[in-house]
């Protein structure tokens, strides 16, 4: 099978499931929201922490489809700005998370012995510590800041990418086409990185396609409990957080955020389902 045979064969599973087709397209879009946010704004100003007191708590309008803010704030404009915060914070913490769960995870697999032992008890250690307690503390360590914040998620998301690349690293060691390669003279290093890492990447792919939603949501909740990013960066957890104090009577302050976050979540949950089918079609139901 030829490449473009392949990409269509892949195509034609997508479109089968419709709404893994919605999660692309909704996926796309935030990205899109994310990159151009601020240029999108209709307030561009109230991103960068400018305020119009005289403006407070507007409902939804013409002049600002999503409302105010205490501060006169136009909702719309925080929510494109702080999607940039948490759709690429949470992109980075299972890009990070992934690169360091799948070189322990290989290393793990392929010695085996006292070394998985190591690296497996590690990750066996971390895991029974709660992820958000886990990341909150490290967080409150290093002080705020998306790079503190990102580095404390990820510190507490690596296991689950270990755990699942050692189950497939096992699986493929002892395969025709390794035992091959180690005849022939390869590497250890080689070997993993050429012949076993290549094959393994289907669900690696999948999983953090899944968890990039989740990972939205624990930047989101770091916000929401003040360890996140500080104002007037805009960004959704902390847009619910101060919000919550002005409930119910100014519902949109908090349900907008809400909404995005939401709507982030469902999305890459869609897709990670669609890229399942595609990329695993075994584990179709």
Known sequence: MNESQAWARAYYRLRQNWLSLVGLVLVVFLLVVALAGNQL?????????????????????????????????????LVLGGARISLFGGLAVVVLA???????????????GWTDEVLMRLADLKLTLPGLILAMAVAAALGAGTMNMVLAISLSWWPGFARLVRG???????????????????????IMWRHILPNILSPIIVKMSLD?????????????????VKPPTPEWGLMLSTARGFLPDYWWTAIFPGLAIFLTVLSFNLLGDGLRDVLDPRSRR
């Open 41 to 77: 704004a209709p307030y561009p100003e109230h991103i960068s922490g400018s305020v119009d007191t005289a403006m407070r708590f507007q409902a939804p309008s013409s002049a600002h489809w999503m409302g105010t803010n205490e501060m006169g704030q136009d909702v719309l404009s």
């Open 98 to 112: 992934a690169v360091v769960g799948t070189m322990v995870g290989a290393v793990a697999g392929y010695f085996g």
């Open 168 to 190: 497939e690293v096992i699986s493929k060691r002892e395969e025709v086409y390794v035992l091959a390669a180690r005849a022939l003279g390869a590497g250890s290093v080689r």
């Open 212 to 228: 990039v939603g989740f990972a939205v949501l624990t930047v989101a909740s770091l916000g929401f409990v003040g360890i996140g």
